[in-house]
Structure formats: C-alpha cells, structure tokens
C-alpha cells in the first residue's frame, strides 16, 4: 500500500479544513487535505455563496417585475422574463471561481491537497481512497472537518419532489407550487427567493413564528413582507407527509385540523446535522455532544492530537465560525496559545429585510443576570432608508447599565448584513455607548442608525 506522512492531516475542505490548511501551511506545518468533493465545502458549493447568488437574482427579477406596473420611480418596462437556466450557469460561474480560487490559495501555500474519501484507521491513520487506489496517511495531528447533512424527515425522505436545499439552489426548472418545510434560515432565505421567481410558495413551520431562533420583536418586519409577498404561512403545524397521489402535503394545526397543500415540489430544511457516519469516526470512540463531536475550547476532542471544528462541533453551524476554528486550531497546532472564545458571534439571515445578531439580545442579558439598558432606531427615521424605498426595520443596541459597555446589537432592515461588521468591532474592542454616539458617521447611510441607536440608549437622539 503506498504510504505518506504529513504532520497535520485535515479531513474536509470547506471553510473550516481549508482555511486551517492555509494558515497552517503558512506557519510552515506540513499539510495535507483531503476532500472528496470540490474544494470549498458546503459554504462555496451548495451553501451560502450559491444561496446568495440565487437571493440576488430573485431581488433584481422582482424588481424587474415591478417596474412592469405603476413605479413610484418613474421607471417602466414592459415586461420581465427569466431563465433560469441562465441564472443557474450564472451562480455556477461564482462557485467555480471561488472554489477555483481555494484550490490556487492552497496550492500557493504549499499545501497537499488529496481528492478522495478518508476512512479513519486510528488517530494518527487514515486511508484515503483516491481515483480507485487506496493511499495510507499516517499524520501527527489529524483535523475532522467534516462539515454536516440536511436531516431528512423519515417519514418524508428525499427523493422525487421532495427535495433539500442543495436541489433547491440548481433547478433546471422553477415549480409552479413549493412547499417549504421549515421557517428556519434555509426555508425563509430560499422560500422568499423562490417566491420572487414567481413561484407559489407554502411554509409549514412548527413553531408557532418564523425564525424561531431569533426574538420575536426582531423578525416581525420579516413577518410582514412574507405576507405582502403573498407567501401562506402554516404556524405550529405539523408534517404528516404526502399525500397518497404525490401532488401535495398533508399537514396538521395544532388545533389537530387536517390539511392538504398541493405540490409539485417539497423543500424539507429542517436543519442541518454533523456529519459523522461513513468514514471510521466511531472507531476513535470520541465523546459526544448529542449529535456533534465534543470538543473544548481549543477544538480538542477526547483524544489526544485529534481537532475537530465547524459543522461537525454543532450549533452555530456557521461558515464564519468554522473559519475562525480552524485557523485557531492551527495556530495552536504551530506553538501559539489560542483558545476559542469569540467576544460575540455574528448571524445574519439573509431574508428580505434581512437580520442580523451580534452578542446578547436584550433577553438574553437579562436571563445571564446582567442590568441593561436597550434602544433601537427605525429605519422609518433614516433617510438613507427612504432613498433606498426600504423602511421597514431598526437597529438595536443593548448595553450594561453601570458603565454602558456595549454587549449586543440586532438589526433587522435591508442591507443590514453588511452593518455586522461595525457590531462585531464594536463589542471586540470593548466600545461604550458614547463611543459609537460620538464617531462621526456618514450621512447618509445606514449605519446613521447605527449611532442613533447608541444616542438613543444614552436619552438623546437626535432624529427621533
Ligand atoms: P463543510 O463546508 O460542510 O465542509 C465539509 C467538507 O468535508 C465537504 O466538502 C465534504 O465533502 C468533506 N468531507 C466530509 N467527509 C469527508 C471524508 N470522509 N473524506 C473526504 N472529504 C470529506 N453559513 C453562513 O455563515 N452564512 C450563510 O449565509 C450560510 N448559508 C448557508 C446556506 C445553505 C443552503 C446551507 C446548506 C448552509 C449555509 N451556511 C451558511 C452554513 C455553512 O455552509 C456551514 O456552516 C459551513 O460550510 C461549515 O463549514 P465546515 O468546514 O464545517 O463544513
Ligand atoms: P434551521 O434550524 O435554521 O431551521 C429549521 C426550522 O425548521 C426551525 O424553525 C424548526 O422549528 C423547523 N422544524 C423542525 N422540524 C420541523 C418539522 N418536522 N416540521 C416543520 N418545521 C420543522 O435549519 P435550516 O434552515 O435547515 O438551516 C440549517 C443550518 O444551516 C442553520 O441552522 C444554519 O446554521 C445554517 N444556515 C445558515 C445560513 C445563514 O447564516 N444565513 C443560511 C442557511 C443555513
């Protein structure tokens, strides 16, 4: 059998194994990576590069499409058309550059990257089967990056019409009626775009809200503009499965009604699970966090020199996150003393109006015994807002009390994914309220409210 050695061995190439790779090649540790797919993961592949683009597309058709009636702009067009063919090779065109551009970041770095499918011997041995031939790596280190499925309903398996979000993000053709199981990221990110492609979409979430994860206050305005989108909601429903014909779902109120939604395609995305069958990882017997791979603060797992990041580790199963670990884990592998404990995490949902959470929600303060004080600023006051037809939203900060340390912002509005970055600088860097109220923000932007918030908090804002 032909045998290697490396001293890190990283299984999986999405954003955790590769940017590990990166960093700890530049470190100058030997390193290997496998993956047996296309470089990039999830994230880059069937994720959140190829979900955004399909986002995009959806906003600019349904802006298209709105300028074929009475546009308060001025602007007309006679009619707007799609193919979505068209959009596909589009959004595959970005996918291929990135995942190219991984591949030529990686190979500039030094690093071996091995196409193929790693089983697990022990800690310190993998055997990769690559092109039909099995190539044995023994490693000093060995780093699962895995990544995680979409969880299948049992009684309502993938297949047929039903389908998860990676069909979801290719359709060779548009279905005239979607139901979406999961008012979650997945099912509002895609429903909402599949809505502005035109398509008639359901939503059968069992949670008695949208985006149960987030406060309620939070994802009203997403609420809102399902509804104006025409998008029927079904709240605290459940799934029974399809019906006999295959046509439609049969689902269940919580008032134990009966009924029927017609369907030529089932978005089931009801979560993500890590990935931890199929490749020897039970052989190392690691402890276990329920489903996901235990880990401490420093991405160790049970056995000695064996890491494990991102999806595999659990919630948040986010790209950022998986990114942060394994350049951690690396820096550790290479001598430095690094542990994982982020000052916040952001999250954005990319729905329209999009929110976005970084650090403690004013609920969360209080449940972790903290005395705060919380202000938010409509976007309704925000000129830029108005400029932009979008005034739905508002920006919330949420401080301590005694010294108006900043501990959380939320937002909700669009284009605020792109206000995460201030949020999350402001709480690494220990900002007060009058920090962020007395920086000169540009006018007129966005992140206006952003400072109107903080000057809010401290009872003196001054445009509202
Ligand atoms: P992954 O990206 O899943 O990579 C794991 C890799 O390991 C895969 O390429 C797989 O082929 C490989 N692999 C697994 N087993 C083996 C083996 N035995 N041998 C060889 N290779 C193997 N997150 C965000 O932060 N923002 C977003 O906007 C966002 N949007 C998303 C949209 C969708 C539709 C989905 C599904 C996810 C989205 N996510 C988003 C989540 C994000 O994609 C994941 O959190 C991220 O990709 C996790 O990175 P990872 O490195 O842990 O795993
Ligand atoms: P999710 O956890 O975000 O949402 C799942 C939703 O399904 C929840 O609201 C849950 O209450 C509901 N649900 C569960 N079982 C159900 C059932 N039987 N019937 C009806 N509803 C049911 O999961 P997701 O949308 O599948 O996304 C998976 C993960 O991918 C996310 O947790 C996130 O980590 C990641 N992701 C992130 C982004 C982003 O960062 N913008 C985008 C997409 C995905």
Not at 198 to 211: F, K, Q
Not at 239 to 246: F, H, K, M, T, Y
Not at 276 to 292: K, V, Y
């Amino acid at each position: 059998m032909n045998t290697q050695s490396t001293t890190l061995l990283i299984i999986g190439g999405g954003p955790g194994g590769y940017v590990a790779a990166i960093r700890a090649a530049q470190l100058g540790i030997a390193t290997t990576l496998v993956e047996t797919a296309n470089l990039g993961g999830t994230c880059l592949n069937i994720g959140c590069i190829p979900s955004k683009a399909l986002i995009h597309a959806a906003d600019e058709f349904a802006k298209a499409r709105s300028y074929a009636g009475n546009s308060a702009l001025g602007i007309a067009v006679p009619s707007a058309t799609i193919d979505i063919a068209t959009t596909v090779h589009w959004k595959d065109g970005i996918v291929g550059k990135l995942t190219g551009g991984v591949g030529a970041l990686l190979k500039k770095h030094k690093v071996t990257v091995v196409k193929g499918w790693a089983t697990i011997v022990d800690g310190k041995t993998v055997d990769v089967n690559t092109a039909g031939e099995t190539l044995r790596m023994s490693c000093t280190h060995l780093l699962l990056a895995t990544g995680s499925l979409p969880v299948e309903l049992p009684f309502m398996p993938f297949g047929g019409i039903v389908i998860n979000s990676t069909e979801a993000l290719s359709p060779a053709l548009l279905p005239k009626k979607l139901v979406v199981v999961g008012a979650g990221y997945i099912g509002l990110e895609l429903g909402m775009a599949y809505r502005k492609l035109g398509v008639a979409v359901s939503v059968v979430e069992s949670v008695e809200r949208v985006l149960p994860a987030y406060d309620a206050e939070l994802t009203r305005p997403v609420g809102a503009s399902l509804e104006r989108l025409g998008i029927e909601l079904h709240l605290g429903c459940t799934v029974l499965g399809l019906n006999a014909a295959g046509t439609g779902v049969r689902i269940k109120s919580s008032a134990g009604t009966e009924t029927e939604l017609a369907a030529d395609q089932v978005l089931v995305a009801v979560g993500r699970k890590p990935r931890t069958e199929g490749f020897g990882l039970e052989s190392l017997r690691l402890d276990m966090q329920g489903r996901s791979v235990k880990t401490d603060d420093q991405c160790r797992t049970s056995m000695r020199d064996v890491w494990a990041i991102g999806d595999l580790t659990g919630e948040p199963m986010l790209a950022h996150r998986a990114m942060a670990q394994g350049e951690m884990v690396a820096e550790i592998i290479s001598g430095k003393r690094r542990h994982f404990q982020p000052s916040a995490m952001p999250a954005v949902c990319f729905t329209d109006p999009e929110v976005v959470v970084v650090g403690l929600s004013p609920t969360e303060a209080q449940q972790a015994g903290l005395d705060c004080i919380h202000a938010s600023f409509p976007f309704a006051a925000n000129g830029r807002s108005m400029t932009l037809e979008s005034t739905d939203g508002f920006v919330r900060v949420v401080a301590r009390r005694d010294n108006h340390l900043i501990l959380g912002w939320q937002a909700v509005g669009c284009g605020v994914s792109e206000l995460s970055t201030a949020f999350g600088h402001s709480i690494a860097m220990g900002a007060t309220l009058n920090d962020v109220a007395a920086t000169i923000h540009a006018h007129p932007t966005l992140g206006e409210a952003v400072q109107e918030a903080a000057l809010r908090a401290l009872g003196h804002a001054l445009h509202v």
